[in-house]
């Protein structure tokens, strides 16, 4: 069965650094998400994606955060100077057009330190 | 604005007891509405979801849920526990047109703990 895939699996970083977040979606679909989960907290939306432009985004996407999908398979989240309060897990959903339903990879967890 | 409340944050069942998570909502149009499993260190695992026709839906794992307008409520049910069910459930609306076309919106989960 396809699956979203996320590497890599647990990131370490110093506070200001940039990170990139890597998801591979499933292969026949048009929409992609990035969510995020603090410990302990709930999942929170991030951006959206289709047709390759950002179809929608949350106050936490600020101007520190940016997702491109460099080559038709790869969708990325990247994170240009990283805080403290960025760390949590790092969901990746894809959705097709007519499934309404959206399939999650298994994170990647962001520390920073 | 929508939202999403799961009042229990942590329920502790018996191996072979029947399970309910609690799941209430706020959104303004019909709601577009998903229970996601998530096992330790694995990602979101959709269980089911609810757009539109019959209210008692079902899913894998043997779960099912039902949904009720009148109290805003889509409860996640289960006749009988497996130990292989311990992980925490989250309850999602879709704020979009569609699940694939809108953003989620999660509640806070509850961690289902199960004893042999």
């Known amino acids: 069965e396809p699956e979203v895939t996320q590497t890599p699996s647990h990131q370490v970083t110093q506070m200001g650094q940039e990170v990139i977040l890597r998801c591979v979606p499933i292969s026949n679909h048009l929409y992609f998400y990035w969510y995020r989960q603090i410990l302990g907290q709930k999942v929170e939306f991030l951006v959206s994606?289709?047709?390759?432009?950002?179809?929608?985004k949350s106050e936490i996407f600020d101007d520190q955060f940016s997702v491109e999908r460099p080559d038709g398979s790869n969708f990325t989240l990247k994170i240009r100077s990283t805080k403290l309060e960025d760390s949590a897990m790092y969901f990746c959903a894809s959705g097709g057009r007519g499934t309404d339903t959206q399939y999650f990879g298994p994170g990647t967890r962001l520390t920073v330190l | 604005a929508q939202s999403v409340t799961q009042p229990d944050i942590h329920i502790t069942v018996s191996e072979g007891a029947s399970l309910e998570l609690r799941c209430n909502y706020s959104y303004g149009a019909t709601p577009y509405l998903f229970w996601y499993v998530q096992s330790p260190g694995q990602g979101l695992q959709l269980l089911l979801k609810?757009?539109?026709?019959?209210?008692l839906v079902q899913g894998i794992k043997g779960f099912e849920a039902e949904f009720k307008r009148s109290q805003s409520s889509f409860n996640l049910r289960k006749p009988s526990v497996h130990w292989s069910d311990a992980a925490e459930y989250f309850c999602a609306v879709g704020a979009g047109y569609g699940g694939s076309q809108g953003n989620l919106i999660f509640g806070k989960g509850t961690k289902l703990s199960v004893k042999p």
């Open positions: 994606f289709y047709n390759n432009e950002i179809s929608e």
């Open positions: 609810y757009f539109s026709g019959d209210t």
